[in-house]
C-alpha cells in the first residue's frame, strides 16, 4: 500500500468514525484539581443524607449558603433571584430566575433523591426466642441477599398524634449501636444453597436484630422487646403504638470513600440517584444570572415508580413552575413547551466480569464521561421517554462547547431487563427531555461504585446545560 493511501485512510478514520476515549485522555487543564474538590463535596453530600429527608435538609443549608431563599407564592422575582420550595420534607425544587422570560422556556435538571433501602413496617417490634426484630417491607429493587449481615443504620421519623415529628437517627452518631440481618451458616445452609438466587432469602426474613438483653427483674413474656421500648421510651418518649405513624427504615451504615490504589473511584450507599442530584444541584449553586430560567427539581418515589404526593408524577412540580409563570403573567402550558429537561439518572457502567448481559457497542464504561441514554425503558422500549434526533444533537452540541466529555449508553442487552427514569413524566408535561447521568456499578447494591471523572464531568455537563443559551 502506497503511503499516500494510508495516510487517506488515516484521514478518514479521524473524521468518520466515531472514536471513544477513556475520559483521563481528555481531560483539560484544571479538570483534575476540580475533580477532586468537586468529589469531596460530593462524599459530604452522601454522608449527611442517606434518605431523602436528610438530602432535602442538606440540599437547604447548601442553598441558603449559596443565597436562596424559600420561595413564598406571590413573590416578585426578578433576573438572579434564586428561590426553592421544599415538598412535605421529602422533595425539593430551586431555580434561578433567568434574564429571558419564561415564555422561552426553562432549563431544567430532574434527579431523584430515593434510593432502595429496607422500610419498617408499621407494627415491626416483635420477639422471638429471647432475640428481638424488626420486620422490614424492602423499597425498591434490591437483591436481597445483599443486605444480610451487613452492618445497618435505622433512620427516619416518628410522627406523634399530638403532632410532634421526632428525627431518629442511630447508627452513624459517635458510638452509636449498629443492627443487623441474620443469615444462615454455610455448614447448614446446603438447602438454601440449591434455590435460585433470588429465592434463597424471602422477603419476610429480612427482619433486623435489635436486641437480646431481657428487661432486668421482669418475670413476665416478651422481656427482650419491652425491654428495647424502654430503650425508645426513654430516649424519643414513644410507644409501640408511635410505630403505627412513623416512617422508619434502614440503610447501610457505609459511608463514602475512595476505591482502588489510585483513589480513582468511589464507593457509597445511595449512588442512585443521588449522584445525579448532587450533580444537578451543585450546577445551579454556581450560576449567577442565567440566560434562561434554571430549574433543578430533586424528586421522591422514583424507585417505586414516582407515584405519590412527593414523586415526579405529582402536581407539587407544576405548582412551582406555575407559580413562577403567574409572577411573570405567563402560562404555563406555553413555559413548558419551550423548556427542556435533562433527566439526571443513574445508567449502568459496563462490568467485564458480568458481560454477557451488556450490548458492549451501546454501554457506559467508568471514566468515559457523563452517559446519555436516549431512551431506557425494558424490551421493545416499554415505558421509555425516547428524545428525538434533534433533542440528542442539541445537547451534543451544548456539551462539546462545554468541553465536557460524554457518551452514549444503553442499560444492557435488549431482552436483559430494563429500568426507567422521571423522564417520561418530564415529557408528558411536553418538555423536551434527554436521558443523562453517571455510569454506576453494582447498582442498587447496599454498596455501590462510581467514577469520580464521571461525576464531574456530569456535573460540567449539569452546568452548561443550565447556561445555554
Given at each position: 500500500m502506497?503511503?499516500?493511501?494510508?495516510?487517506?485512510?488515516?484521514?478518514?478514520?479521524?473524521?468518520?468514525?466515531?472514536?471513544?476515549?477513556n475520559?483521563y485522555?481528555?481531560?483539560?487543564?484544571?479538570?483534575?484539581?476540580?475533580m477532586?474538590?468537586?468529589?469531596t463535596?460530593?462524599?459530604q453530600?452522601?454522608?449527611?443524607g442517606?434518605?431523602e429527608?436528610?438530602?432535602v435538609d442538606?440540599t437547604?443549608?447548601?442553598a441558603e449558603?449559596?443565597?436562596f431563599?424559600?420561595?413564598?407564592?406571590?413573590?416578585e422575582?426578578?433576573?438572579?433571584?434564586k428561590v426553592?420550595?421544599?415538598?412535605?420534607?421529602k422533595?425539593i425544587?430551586?431555580?434561578?430566575?433567568?434574564?429571558k422570560s419564561?415564555?422561552?422556556?426553562?432549563?431544567?435538571g430532574?434527579?431523584?433523591i430515593?434510593s432502595?433501602?429496607l422500610?419498617?413496617k408499621?407494627?415491626?417490634?416483635?420477639?422471638?426466642?429471647e432475640?428481638a426484630?424488626l420486620?422490614t417491607?424492602?423499597?425498591?429493587g434490591?437483591?436481597?441477599?445483599?443486605?444480610?449481615?451487613i452492618?445497618?443504620?435505622l433512620?427516619?421519623?416518628?410522627?406523634?398524634k399530638?403532632?410532634?415529628?421526632?428525627?431518629?437517627?442511630?447508627?452513624?452518631?459517635?458510638?452509636d449501636?449498629?443492627?443487623?440481618?441474620?443469615?444462615l451458616?454455610?455448614?447448614?445452609?446446603?438447602?438454601?444453597?440449591k434455590?435460585?438466587?433470588?429465592?434463597a432469602?424471602?422477603?419476610?426474613?429480612?427482619?433486623?436484630?435489635?436486641?437480646?438483653?431481657?428487661?432486668e427483674?421482669?418475670?413476665?413474656k416478651?422481656?427482650v422487646?419491652?425491654?428495647?421500648?424502654?430503650?425508645?421510651?426513654?430516649?424519643?418518649?414513644?410507644?409501640e403504638?408511635?410505630?403505627?405513624s412513623?416512617e422508619l427504615?434502614?440503610v447501610?451504615?457505609?459511608?463514602?470513600?475512595?476505591?482502588?490504589?489510585?483513589r480513582?473511584?468511589?464507593?457509597?450507599?445511595?449512588h442512585?440517584?443521588r449522584?445525579c442530584?448532587?450533580?444537578c444541584?451543585?450546577a445551579?449553586?454556581?450560576?449567577s444570572e442565567?440566560?434562561?430560567?434554571?430549574?433543578?427539581m430533586?424528586?421522591?418515589?422514583?424507585e417505586?415508580?414516582?407515584?405519590g404526593?412527593?414523586?415526579?408524577?405529582?402536581a407539587?412540580?407544576?405548582?412551582?413552575?406555575?407559580?413562577?409563570c403567574?409572577a411573570?403573567?405567563i402560562?404555563?402550558?406555553?413555559c413548558?413547551e419551550?423548556?427542556?429537561?435533562l433527566s439526571a439518572?443513574v445508567?449502568?457502567?459496563y462490568?467485564?466480569?458480568f458481560a454477557d448481559?451488556y450490548e458492549?457497542?451501546?454501554?457506559?464504561?467508568v471514566?468515559y464521561?457523563?452517559?446519555?441514554?436516549k431512551y431506557?425503558?425494558?424490551?421493545?422500549?416499554?415505558g421509555?421517554?425516547?428524545?428525538?434526533?434533534?433533542?440528542?444533537?442539541?445537547?451534543?452540541?451544548v456539551?462539546?462547547?462545554?468541553?465536557?466529555v460524554?457518551?452514549?449508553a444503553?442499560l444492557g442487552?435488549?431482552?436483559?431487563?430494563?429500568g426507567?427514569?422521571?423522564?417520561?413524566?418530564?415529557?408528558?408535561r411536553?418538555?423536551d427531555?434527554?436521558?443523562?447521568?453517571v455510569?454506576?456499578?453494582?447498582?442498587h447494591?447496599?454498596?455501590?461504585t462510581?467514577?469520580k471523572?464521571?461525576?464531574?464531568?456530569t456535573?460540567?455537563g449539569m452546568?452548561?446545560?443550565?447556561?445555554?443559551?
Amino acid at each position: 500500500m502506497s503511503e499516500e493511501k494510508q495516510n487517506r485512510g488515516e484521514q478518514l478514520r479521524r473524521a468518520l468514525l466515531y472514536d471513544k476515549k477513556n475520559g483521563y485522555d481528555q481531560l483539560v487543564p484544571g479538570d483534575e484539581e476540580a475533580m477532586e474538590a468537586y468529589c469531596t463535596g460530593y462524599k459530604q453530600f452522601l454522608d449527611a443524607g442517606k434518605t431523602e429527608r436528610e438530602c432535602v435538609d442538606r440540599t437547604v443549608a447548601l442553598a441558603e449558603s449559596a443565597g436562596f431563599k424559600p420561595y413564598v407564592r406571590g413573590m416578585e422575582l426578578k433576573p438572579g433571584d434564586k428561590v426553592y420550595r421544599i415538598n412535605r420534607g421529602k422533595a425539593i425544587t430551586l431555580a434561578v430566575i433567568g434574564k429571558k422570560s419564561l415564555d422561552q422556556g426553562a432549563n431544567i435538571g430532574a434527579a431523584h433523591i430515593d434510593s432502595p433501602r429496607l422500610d419498617l413496617k408499621q407494627t415491626p417490634l416483635y420477639e422471638t426466642e429471647e432475640l428481638a426484630f424488626l420486620k422490614t417491607h424492602y423499597y425498591g429493587g434490591i437483591r436481597k441477599y445483599q443486605w444480610v449481615t451487613i452492618p445497618l443504620e435505622l433512620h427516619g421519623v416518628i410522627a406523634l398524634k399530638s403532632g410532634q415529628t421526632i428525627r431518629v437517627s442511630i447508627g452513624n452518631g459517635e458510638g452509636d449501636p449498629l443492627f443487623t440481618i441474620d443469615d444462615l451458616l454455610p455448614h447448614l445452609g446446603v438447602e438454601q444453597s440449591k434455590k435460585p438466587l433470588g429465592e434463597a432469602i424471602p422477603a419476610e426474613s429480612l427482619n433486623i436484630l435489635v436486641g437480646s438483653r431481657p428487661l432486668e427483674g421482669d418475670e413476665g413474656k416478651d422481656r427482650v422487646k419491652l425491654a428495647a421500648l424502654e430503650l425508645l421510651n426513654r430516649k424519643y418518649g414513644i410507644t409501640e403504638a408511635d410505630f403505627i405513624s412513623a416512617e422508619l427504615c434502614a440503610v447501610p451504615a457505609f459511608n463514602a470513600r475512595d476505591i482502588g490504589f489510585d483513589r480513582s473511584l468511589i464507593g457509597a450507599y445511595g449512588h442512585d440517584d443521588r449522584v445525579c442530584a448532587y450533580a444537578c444541584l451543585a450546577a445551579l449553586l454556581q450560576l449567577s444570572e442565567p440566560e434562561y430560567t434554571a430549574v433543578c427539581m430533586l424528586a421522591d418515589k422514583e424507585e417505586i415508580g414516582s407515584e405519590g404526593v412527593t414523586g415526579m408524577k405529582s402536581a407539587a412540580f407544576d405548582t412551582f413552575m406555575e407559580d413562577l409563570c403567574q409572577a411573570q403573567g405567563i402560562p404555563l402550558r406555553v413555559c413548558y413547551e419551550k423548556s427542556f429537561c435533562l433527566s439526571a439518572d443513574v445508567t449502568a457502567a459496563y462490568d467485564p466480569n458480568f458481560a454477557d448481559v451488556y450490548e458492549k457497542r451501546n454501554s457506559a464504561f467508568v471514566n468515559y464521561g457523563m452517559g446519555l441514554c436516549k431512551y431506557t425503558g425494558a424490551r421493545g422500549k416499554s415505558g421509555a421517554s425516547d428524545a428525538s434526533a434533534e433533542v440528542v444533537a442539541r445537547v451534543r452540541r451544548v456539551l462539546d462547547s462545554a468541553s465536557v466529555v460524554w457518551q452514549m449508553a444503553e442499560l444492557g442487552k435488549v431482552d436483559a431487563g430494563g429500568g426507567g427514569t422521571v423522564a417520561a413524566y418530564m415529557a408528558e408535561r411536553n418538555i423536551d427531555t434527554l436521558d443523562a447521568g453517571v455510569p454506576v456499578l453494582s447498582m442498587h447494591a447496599p454498596f455501590e461504585t462510581v467514577g469520580k471523572l464521571d461525576c464531574y464531568m456530569t456535573f460540567k455537563g449539569m452546568k452548561a446545560v443550565f447556561e445555554a443559551v
